[in-house]
């Protein structure tokens, strides 16, 4: 490093005179290391090559290098001129999109099978209940029939049940 701007010295939490004449494969990327390597000592152009730079407290940050070489009038290569941006905020806002996307999907999908069970159980319910009160009218007929002449009170109870039955139907 030949030099370094605030920015850096913030990044790599070094002032500027300990970064200068440091490797900069030496200072903690960890992400394609072996590619940034390759790239530095290459003198290579790379564009938005992706890594990461664990922080002193424990944070990780995400990074984008691109890198062009530093050429001489000449044309001769003399080095490479590198610049680091700080793409931390966008991968949270990524993995925050990814994890409302996944949490929508399984609100999607369990209230499509709630209402599924929903379903199933409204059509259970009117089968049972439907054969149930005919099964009583059936009987509240029949109770009904034989009570005509010889029971009133009977017969008005039993004709309370069919009345009622088919109502609750």
């Not at 001129?81 to 609100?107: G, P, W, Y």
Request: charged share 25%.
């Amino acid at each position: 490093i030949t030099f370094c701007n605030a920015t850096a010295e913030r990044l790599f939490a070094r002032h500027a005179t300990v970064l200068i004449g440091e490797s900069l494969t030496t200072l903690g990327l960890h992400e394609n290391r072996n590619q940034i390597i390759s790239v530095i000592e290459g003198c290579k152009a790379v564009e938005n090559l992706e890594t990461s730079l664990l922080q002193p407290d424990g944070e990780k940050v995400s990074l984008l290098m691109s890198t062009v070489p530093l050429l001489e009038t000449d044309g001769c290569v003399i080095g490479v001129i590198c610049t680091f941006r700080d793409i931390t905020e966008h991968r949270q806002a990524e993995k925050a999109r990814a994890q409302l996307h996944e949490t929508r999907m399984l609100t999607k999908h369990m209230d499509e099978a709630q209402e599924a069970e929903r379903r199933h159980l409204a059509r259970e319910l009117h089968d049972e209940l439907g054969q149930c009160l005919t099964a009583i009218k059936t009987d509240a007929v029949l109770i009904r029939n034989r009570t005509q002449d010889t029971e009133p009170k009977l017969y008005q109870s039993s004709q309370a049940i069919i009345d009622t039955a088919s109502h609750i139907y």
